[in-house]
C-alpha cells in the first residue's frame, strides 16, 4: 500500500486504509473510509492475503459491490492457492466479481486461473536506480538475511545453517534484519547463544530501506529461508545489490529464480541441501559471478518504470 500508492500519486488522487495495528480498528476504518469517500472513488484496490486479512478483503468486496464501485483484488503471499481451497465460497464472491485479479507471480497467476479465477500479471516492483550493484569477484561467508521474524519466513533455518556452515569457515557472519512479528526472534537469539556464535551474528531489528542497502555492502550472500513465499521484494532488491542468492524452492520463487542460473535453490527446510549451496558458491567464484550477473539482468523488468505502464493501462481503464 506505501509503495505502490506513493508511486500512483503521481497520476491518480489516492486514498489509503488502514494504518491502524489494532486488527479491528484497522477493518473498521477500511469500511469506513470506503463508505464516507464511496462517491469520489473511481475504483478501489483491494489487498488480498491469506490469513486474517483475507476476510478483511472480503467485506471490503462485498461493500465495493453494495455501492456498485469495481475494485481490484490484488493478490499477496504464497499460501494463497491454500486459501481458495478453504474458502471456496468467500474466494468466489471476491474474485468472481473483480474488475481484474492482479497477481504480482506468475505462480500465484497460474494458481488462480487453475481455479478458475481469470488474472492479469503484473509484477512487484523496486526503483533499480536506488540499488548500486556491487560486484563481487570472491565471495566471503558473510550472510544476509531481510525478512519479519515470524514462522513463515523460518529464520530459525537460516540460524541453523548458519551454524553448520561455521563448521567449515569458522569466521563467517550473519546478519539478521527485520522486524519481531510473533516471538520467532528470541528462539533466534537462543539458537545463536546455544551455538555460541553470539559475536558472529547481529540483529540490528528493523531498518530502513536505505539503512539495510547501505549494510548489503558488507555481505555477500542473501539467505532467504521462507517456507511460503510469492515475489519477495528482498530477494528482488538483493538481486539489483549484486548478493548471491540461495533460497528454498517454495511457492512462487522457483517461478521467479531459476537455479543455476540467477540464485541457487533448495528444498523448504533442508538445511544440509542450503549449506551444500552455500559452500558452492564459496568455492566457485565463476559460478557466483554469473549468477549475481544474471540475478540483475533479470530484475531490470522488475524496475517501477516497465511495471508503471503496466498498473497505468489497467487503471485507466477500470475507472
Not at 118 to 128: D, G, K, T
Not at 130 to 141: E, G, I
Not at 187 to 207: A, T
Amino acid at each position: 500500500m506505501e509503495t505502490h500508492g506513493a508511486m500512483l500519486e503521481a497520476h491518480f488522487k489516492v486514498y489509503y486504509a488502514s494504518a491502524q495495528k489494532n486488527k479491528l480498528l484497522r477493518l473498521l476504518d477500511m469500511m469506513f473510509t470506503l463508505r464516507k469517500r464511496r462517491r469520489e472513488l473511481d475504483v478501489v484496490i483491494i489487498s488480498v492475503y491469506s490469513t486474517l486479512n483475507f476476510y478483511f478483503a472480503y467485506i471490503i468486496a462485498l461493500m465495493c459491490r453494495y455501492y456498485r464501485k469495481p475494485y481490484i483484488a490484488y493478490l499477496h503471499g504464497g499460501n494463497l492457492p491454500f486459501r481458495l481451497r478453504q474458502s471456496p465460497l468467500k474466494s468466489a464472491a471476491i474474485f468472481r466479481h473483480s474488475y481484474r485479479n492482479v497477481a504480482p507471480s506468475a505462480y500465484l497467476k497460474a494458481a488462480f486461473e487453475s481455479a478458475g479465477y481469470p488474472s492479469v500479471l503484473i509484477p512487484n516492483f523496486i526503483e533499480l536506480d536506488d540499488y548500486p550493484f556491487k560486484q563481487r569477484h570472491k565471495l566471503q561467508p558473510h550472510l544476509l538475511w531481510v525478512r519479519s521474524f515470524e514462522k513463515t519466513y523460518h529464520p530459525e533455518m537460516t540460524v541453523r545453517v548458519f551454524a553448520e556452515l561455521c563448521r567449515d569457515y569458522p569466521h563467517a557472519k550473519l546478519c539478521m534484519v527485520g522486524a519481531n512479528k510473533d516471538g520467532s526472534l528470541a528462539i533466534c537469539r537462543q539458537l545463536v547463544r546455544d551455538s555460541g556464535l553470539e559475536k558472529q551474528v547481529s540483529f540490528p531489528g528493523k531498518l530502513s530501506r536505505e539503512a539495510w542497502i547501505a549494510r548489503s555492502a558488507d555481505y555477500d550472500i542473501f539467505i532467504n529461508s521462507t517456507r511460503f513465499d510469492n515475489t519477495p521484494v528482498s530477494v528482488l532488491e538483493a538481486m539489483a545489490l549484486g548478493l548471491a542468492v540461495v533460497s528454498t524452492n517454495v511457492g512462487g520463487i522457483p517461478f521467479l529464480l531459476d537455479h543455476d542460473t540467477d540464485a541457487l535453490l533448495s528444498p523448504d527446510a533442508d538445511i544440509p541441501a542450503m549449506v551444500q549451496n552455500i559452500k558452492k558458491l564459496l568455492e566457485h567464484p565463476e559460478l557466483s559471478g554469473k549468477i549475481t550477473k544474471n540475478a540483475r539482468l533479470k530484475v531490470a523488468g522488475f524496475d517501477w518504470k516497465v511495471v508503471e505502464k503496466q498498473w497505468l493501462e489497467l487503471l485507466e481503464h477500470a475507472g
